[in-house]
């Protein structure tokens, strides 16, 4: 299992990103999947998740500006962040239910 995130950049506070995760040897189809995050110097933390049905919930952190979306043809996974904060700079990784894979997450960087 192999995935691979990107999406991640440099953008200013206010601003939005949208973040994808591409999976080779599962198929995503009706499989749970979460988004995390990492800062520098903090732990790992989920941002959201969406479960095999489809139902989205994001943490507090992030909600109202977090929505997770999953496209099965492509098998991707996409995170779509708005008004974006300071705080949200991190890596930020996809991971699904059952699998250990967890890629080289994306990094993203918000400016003030």
């Known amino acids: 299992v192999q995935l691979q995130a990107s999406g991640g950049g440099l953008v200013q506070a206010g601003g939005s990103l949208r973040l994808s995760c591409a999976a080779s040897?599962?198929?995503?189809?009706?499989?749970?999947t979460q988004w995390y995050r990492q800062a520098p110097g903090s732990q790992r933390e989920l941002v959201g998740s969406?479960?095999?049905?489809?139902?989205?919930v994001c943490s507090d952190r992030v909600k109202g500006r977090c929505s997770i979306s999953r496209d099965n043809y492509q098998n991707t996974v996409y995170l779509q962040m708005n008004n974006l904060k300071p705080e949200d700079t991190a890596v930020y990784y996809c991971h699904f239910d059952g699998y250990s894979a967890w890629g080289q997450g994306t990094l993203v960087t918000v400016s003030s």
């Open positions: 040897g599962i198929t995503i189809s009706g499989k749970a």
């Open positions: 969406i479960s095999r049905r489809g139902d989205i």
